[in-house]
């Protein structure tokens, strides 16, 4: 006679398997049955009855007629004030109904465990989903609103109802570009920060289970293998870790080993989502795997970093650097340790915060240069006005420079303009070198003449040149003498073209 743990497991791992193609049955036994080969050989009896004769819960206790209607034909029945009006969707743990509440005029969605009566276990971890919700009140998570049981002893929950569609889904149909999508990302952070604050792991984190309404508000739904961190007492806080209830696209390693879970379960199934997001592929590729491959894969293969994912079809652009800090966002969420996740949702929600400042992540190694490309992608435009400002002082002082030089050459331009007149004075006065000056040479227009003389071999010098036959000229005129002047008129002439300057005026 089986007890009742023994009892509970041989329930969940039918119904874990009933679900699913026979090919699978095998793997899915070997997993769950932990090597109890009694237990395996009791569940395939039953998995054979069942797919031979038609449902096995067909025969046996009239609780099951009321199991079965709750899954099949339950509409237009009144679950306490709700009448139910549409199925909406079923699991391998419940059905769900739109309902309607005549004398309020309210819509609630309405949730009913199957085959109630077959586990104890089952029960036990439907009324923990009841309380579960009971203390969760965030407005990115479906409100409970009643909860009862039927007379045959099924129990019921009512839920607000929420249209919408899943996450990915959501993001597709709108072509939400990356900020969208972070920013819609976050609000599903919230709401599972919200349930680990109140000690509860959601533990099946996955875009199903996150709808997105038509005004753009996530709900993250189903807490039905939620894991709370106290135990309740009694039954309440088996997780069958046997089993391993999981999704295992999104499934972390230690669910995938059956080794205990925590907040930082749920920030590997978040990192595999928002990995989903960003490149619109999964981490790991697990169609056509068998269960054995499947768990060698999530538990060995590293999957490629997201912004390799999403170099062929990316749903969202993002900048090279944009996605070296994608790749660190994702990478250090689903981190095969879980030591070396985030610690808590909390700290993912702030990386996500700081990518969208444009600020540095916490999880990326510090470094000057990675600050410094942080801090110009976040201030473009005044670092933009700076680096302007900055070259337009550069452009000034260069201007600044050039006309100190201009003026520095004009003035020892100008000196050595006066230093050359000085010595063709002196020279003037003094005669050739190394000679007597006459007496008749002292003369004004000797002197003069010998000044013309000089002003001619300053050919090198044509300005000084110029300027000086300009002066001598005007001495000619002075003194009355236009016939020694007409040979300084012709020199000028010549040296008007090259100088510029008319010695003449």
Partial sequence: MLDRDRWDRLQELFHAAADRPR?????ILDRGASGDAALKARVLAMLEADAGNGSMLDRGSPAVAAGLMAGQSAVGRMIGPYRLTR????????VVY??????????????????AWVSPGRRDRFAAEQRTLATLSHPAIARL??????????????MEPVEGVPITTACRDRALGLRERLQLFR?????????????????????SNILVTTDGAVKLL????????????????????????????YAAPEQVRGDPVGVFTDVYALGVVLYELLSGRLPHDLSSRTPGEVERSILQDIPPRVSQAARSGAPVSATASQWQDLDVLCGTAMHKEPARRYASVEALVRDIDHFLAREPLEARPDSLRYRA?????????????????LALLALVNALY??????????????????????RFVTRLFQGGEGSEVPAESLRVLGLVDRGVQEARSLTSEPRVQAELLQTLGGIYQKLGNPQSLRPVERCQSGIVPHTGVNPCT
């Fill in 23 to 27: 090919a699978e049955w095998e793997a």
């Fill in 87 to 94: 199925l909406l969707g079923e699991g391998g743990m419940g």
């Fill in 98 to 115: 739109l309902a309607v509440r005549d004398d309020l005029g309210t819509t609630a969605a309405v949730k009913l465990l199957r085959d």
């Fill in 145 to 158: 609103l009643d909860a009862g049981t039927l007379d045959d002893g099924t129990p019921w929950i009512v």
């Fill in 187 to 207: 609000q599903v952070c919230e709401a599972v920060h919200h349930a680990h604050q109140r000690l509860v792991v959601h533990r099946d984190v996955k875009p």
């Fill in 222 to 249: 189903d807490f039905g293998i939620a894991k709370s961190l106290e135990p309740y007492g009694g039954g309440a806080e088996r997780t069958l870790t046997g089993l391993r209830l999981m999704t295992p696209a």
């Fill in 373 to 389: 490309s942080r801090f110009v992608s976040r201030n473009r435009g005044p670092v933009a006005a700076t680096a302007a400002a």
């Fill in 401 to 422: 420079l050039s006309s100190l030089t201009s003026a520095r050459d004009a003035a020892r331009a100008e000196a050595a303009r006066a230093a050359r007149i000085q």
